[in-house]
């Protein structure tokens, strides 16, 4: 019995989304590493090998030994920490690594302390500013690739980028103009690049683009991780449907305020994260409630959301008609803002099926 | 050696807050009973036991379990969650317990399945209008009195109040303002129930007020957390300078882009948490940069500060004559915005001192 804030995964909907992406990207002849950052688990990855998927990117250098048990070629998508060369050196002598890199004085400090091969990509900016060398900056890309190609333990793979942008869109067709944005500067770059490394490629994705677009073109791998679970955020911006979100917080209600309609939850920012979103009617959301269906969950209760969170406490509004619906002890059922935030504020998974799922 | 992301905490700086707290609430004959959810560790509880402290808070039942190791009188100052009724049994009969009770259906259940005798508090509402009982609605609080007279396992301890709007207080008046209305709320009810229950007492207690106010009369309990570390928010506030501020975060810098004049350090949401707040000159600030001064810290930098937070990247706004002073591969040291949120998110401590200090 669930008596305290569980993260609930409903493991067909989880499989199919990941078979959905993995058919999708097999018709389009692009290679996929799907980004392992969302579920952190072991055991979800095995559901992606079943798939047929060979290779998985991360975002930091633990969850890359975290899953090097399982994995034999891990990138880790965020700019190499030269301060981690220990982990680092330890990974190259057992998987192939990728790391990415922007700039020579990281070339240089790796050149001089590797003990072994790894892949690089070099980073590229397409517009949303966080990290990554602008994609007209030939200057200081040839920089890199002159001095690494002098470096005997590091082999140049490719340009790599995330359109983290999209996250920020409002429609499909937004987010269809930054990824088209997106693949003509980095084909245009590859262009540029390819006699000099024939075998360089083009290493993208973001779950909006990913989901939304049907056309991959000029890119060679894509590189997403939120689809895994999905969230309201991305249903906002149109990347999945409300049946496709795989998971979902229990929050028992611990309090009734039925002169401001309003329930307690025993869910808060230690659980799903604060982010939030704002929907089409100005309201501000923490999290939607959906019905209880069988084991797992069905449609969004309308008008049912969290309006506020502190640490432990989740405000939940519920329409006057309906507050009289709902008792103290029961539980409701919390899809989150941001699965990617929520999975990694709880430290396991509950299957509707009653499997306990560890993570990193 | 620091390699990624780590909380430090300055033991000097957090045990002095504990015993000027502890001095403060001594010096006006408060009971003071700390809340414990900030740090959630043994050890640092114990620097509390030395101050002489005997009773704490904690948020959640979870954590009255890992505390009740060392404590001896718990007050889970949370609505309580009638689902876990088997860890109250269990802590029950191990320990002084204490509940938040605002519903006769919570008193009914325990009634029936309490098998041992538990304190509790009557949650008052005093204007944050989270969760408790308007203190005006007698109505309701004899309906709880009422029914709790007869249950042999539940015994009146007083009215409880959380004065949470004190967090978006602007100025130490404003803080002041909310105190004294709420203890004149609190004073009233206690005089209406005085007669009946002779014992009953007043616990209160925010981070804001308790830090601010110095005239405590009519508190007869101050449960508060945060001020063991402080943070970003209390000192906007007006509760703490930031010399008082006793964790910060180690952050590598992992990648420098001159052309806007930006840091990107490994240390994002899932290590900061995504609180922000909005500084004298209109900015939204996840976090500011301190100076490294012996194995601890000093003051702030100015004008240096983290501007946005993904799940693992920071990106730190610096001004063009300083950007030229920072190295990849060096860390920076941040204060975070909010304490409690950044503390849940890591998993243990590091001290300047060099040790490791674990917690829940």
Redesign the interface.
Known sequence: ????PTLLLDEKKCRKNIQTMCLKFMKNKVDFRPHF?THQSIEIGRWFKKEGVDKIAV????MALYFSEDWNDITVA???????I??INRLAKRIKLNVLV??I??VG?LNERLEDKIGFFVKIDVGY???GL?PTDTFSIDRILDMADSCSNLHFKGFLAHA?HTYKCKSREQVIGIHNKSVKLLTTLKAKYLKRYPDLIISSGDTPSSSIVDDFTGIDEIRHGNFVFYDLTQHQIGANKINQIAVAMVC?I????K??NEL?I?GG??HF???SLVDEKSRTIFGRIVEIKGNSWGEIVPDVYIK?L????G?VAVPDSKISDY???S?LLVLPVHS??TA??MKSYKTTDSKRISRL
């Open positions: 019995m669930i008596t305290k950052k975002s930091s250098l633990d965020f700019p190499v920490n030269i301060l981690e220990e982990t922007e700039s004085e990281t400090f500013n966080r990290t602008n983290g028992p611990v309090a009734i305020h002169d401001r307690v025993y920012g230690v994260s604060k982010e506020n502190s640490q432990e406490h405000i008792k103290i002890g539980c990617c935030m990694n504020l």
